[in-house]
């Protein structure tokens, strides 16, 4: 082998090394540095329908949540809860409602949740259920519900 191909095969070698960590670490900053964190739910009457799930988000800011699942559900939405006229609705929530725009995003009683409708068993104090939240940026991401009587 000669000096020009010895040369040659060393720099394709560190091109291609350049480009694999360049692509580890965009692929270690996509989705951001998402954390939830205090993940809960009330327990359900045994005749319960529908129930709530709460959480505080930490994402990149305007990072916006844009889905939820979770096997205790037969199917869920993005919701909020608003004193209109002197009556609290509930409604889905509206993109800009989902969006941390200052990094953080709430999810409380009175406010926005995850509304669990067609509840498939009741939320008994002290079980817990999965939930799957899905944000634009931070992308799907796995937590417990812990069913707590607040």
Same mark, same amino acid.
């Given at each position: ?20 960590? =360049?692509?580890?670490?965009? =692929? =270690?900053? /996509? ?9 809960? #739910? ?20 305007? *990072? ?12 869920? !939405?993005?919701?909020?809860? %608003?004193? %209109? ?7 889905? #929530? ?7 725009? *200052? ?12 509304? /669990?409708?067609?509840?498939? #068993?009741?939320?008994? !104090? ?10 634009? %940026? #931070?992308? !799907? ?6 069913? !707590? *009587?607040?």
């Amino acid at each position: 082998m000669n000096k020009t191909s010895t040369m040659s095969k060393t720099s394709t070698m560190s091109k291609t090394l350049t480009v694999i960590v =360049a692509v580890a670490t965009l =692929a =270690a900053g /996509c989705g951001g540095g998402a954390s939830i964190d205090d993940v809960w #739910a009330r327990p359900s009457p045994p005749t319960a329908e529908n129930a709530a799930f709460y959480f505080t988000a930490t994402v990149d800011e305007g *990072d916006r949540l844009v889905a939820a699942e979770s096997p205790a559900c037969g199917r869920t !939405e993005l919701h909020i809860s %608003q004193m %209109q006229d002197g009556l609290m609705t509930m409604r889905p #929530a509206d993109t800009g409602q989902l969006t941390a725009s *200052d990094g953080t995003l709430v999810l409380e009683p009175g406010g926005l949740h995850v509304m /669990c409708m067609q509840l498939v #068993a009741p939320l008994v !104090e002290g079980d817990e259920v999965d939930l799957t939240v899905t944000f634009e %940026q #931070a992308g !799907e991401i796995d937590l417990t519900v812990s069913i !707590e *009587d607040r």
